[in-house]
């Protein structure tokens, strides 16, 4: 009865501890560094990742939609960034970690808003 208690005990404890899982950065080329210009589609300013979706400018002359994660607010907020830093509408300038299938989509590192102030957001 006391090693059932014991590990009833220790399974509630276990519980209680915040889970520290978190995704891989592989599916980004942390070895390579791209910039691209655009307007501002939206910027979510939640955990667990910042997201700024960016409208582009293609060749053809449509806009293309980009997907950019980032850190979370506790690491953006120590950079100086909050939800008002941009907004819908702005033009920015974002560089980033391209994903490795080429896809529309990278790990922001940083970006200049319409004021040419620039935030980097890796350590």
């Known amino acids: 009865m006391t090693r059932l208690i014991g590990l009833i ?13 978190h995704h891989s950065l592989s599916i980004y080329d942390r070895n390579k560094s791209k910039t691209v210009e ?5 910027f979510r300013f939640a955990n667990p990742h910042a ?4 409208l582009v400018a293609a060749p053809d002359g449509t806009m293309k939609e980009w997907d950019f994660e980032g850190g979370g607010v506790r690491r ?17 300038t974002v560089s980033y970690n391209p994903m490795r299938d080429g896809s529309a989509r990278g ?4 970006f200049t808003t319409p004021d040419g102030k620039n935030y980097v ?3």
Not at 10 to 18: E, K, N, V
Not at 51 to 54: A, E
């Open 9 to 21: 005990l220790c399974s509630i404890l276990l519980g209680a501890l915040p889970a520290a899982a």
């Open 38 to 42: 655009g307007v501002v589609k939206e």
């Open 51 to 54: 997201r700024i979706l960016l």
């Open 76 to 92: 953006l907020t120590e950079r100086g960034i909050s939800v008002n830093t941009i907004a819908k509408g702005d033009k920015i």
């Open 107 to 110: 790990l922001f590192v940083s």
């Open 121 to 123: 957001t890796r350590r």
